[in-house]
């Protein structure tokens, strides 16, 4: 197939140059001189060889296949050099100045010898908003540890006082114990101080019921604690408790 439209071409070829040289021969019978500069622009058969050239060239178009398929795209040129920088923008508009209400309140529990506990084994601060906190730490009782413990007692009635614990102890998986406290009155609550350990959490206040405050309004504080204590020894003055604990307040 191929061949045989080879061979067709070559005729077409032969046929152009030959109408060609026909239109040059009868241009030159007819007495057309060539234009300035042209005397010189014919072939042996006197046909104009821009005229020839043409033919050549339109024979050879011919003769070319179907156009292939485009090729694979080239590698990325490089990243130009980086261009000089703009002009700094214009400063935005100063923010809303924001809330300035929290305060960072300490207080602790610190006594060596259960001679020295009395008048130093307890320790309270406010929680506007939420209630008063205490560490009790009594040199009194060394089987019941009941009675060192963390104290919250509710401002007022009508809201739910909250207290969300975590109390850290020991090692292992089960050295950490979360638990949450709540009342929705002036009862108060009261959470154990480990003997040797942490406590991080948080106390609040919410509505009974839904929809009677925004919630980012109400009195929030959030407690880190750390304790050691020792009330058992026989030794009197090697008894002791040693109980800081910081709060930060805010919402109030």
């Known amino acids: 197939m191929k061949d045989a439209l080879k061979r067709i071409n070559s005729r077409a070829l032969l046929l152009a140059v030959a109408f060609v040289a026909l239109l040059g021969g009868v241009a030159l019978g007819s007495g057309v001189a060539p234009l300035p500069g042209e005397s010189g622009g014919r072939?042996?058969?006197g046909t104009p060889r821009?005229?020839?050239?043409?033919?050549?060239?339109?024979a050879r178009q011919a003769q070319r296949g179907k156009r292939g398929k485009r090729g694979p795209r080239?590698?990325?040129?490089?990243t130009g050099p980086e261009g000089e920088r703009g002009p700094s923008g214009e400063t935005g508009a100063?923010?809303?100045t924001g809330s300035s209400d929290e305060h960072v309140l300490d207080f602790g529990v610190d006594w060596d010898g259960a001679a020295n506990a009395a008048g130093h084994d307890s320790s309270a601060i406010d929680l506007p908003g939420i209630g008063t906190l205490a560490i009790q730490c009594?040199?009194?009782s060394p089987d019941d540890p009941s009675v060192r413990r963390l104290v919250l007692t509710?401002?007022?009635g009508g809201w739910r006082t909250v207290a969300n614990l975590t109390t850290f102890e020991g090692a292992g998986?089960?050295?950490?114990?979360?638990q949450r406290y709540q009342t929705n009155d002036t009862t108060p609550i009261t959470a154990l101080i480990p003997n040797n350990g942490m406590i991080s959490g948080s106390f609040s206040v919410e509505p009974n019921s839904g929809g009677s405050a925004d919630a980012g309004q109400l009195p929030v504080a959030d407690i880190t604690l750390s304790s050691y204590w020792k009330v058992n020894d026989p030794i009197d003055t090697e008894n002791s408790c040693h109980i800081s604990a910081q709060v930060l307040a805010k919402g109030y």
């Open 173 to 178: 998986t089960t050295a950490a114990t979360n």
């Open 43 to 45: 072939d042996a058969a």
């Open 94 to 96: 100063r923010g809303i």
């Open 154 to 156: 509710p401002a007022t």
């Open 50 to 58: 821009v005229a020839v050239e043409t033919a050549v060239g339109e």
């Open 74 to 78: 080239g590698p990325r040129g490089r």
């Open 138 to 140: 009594p040199s009194t």
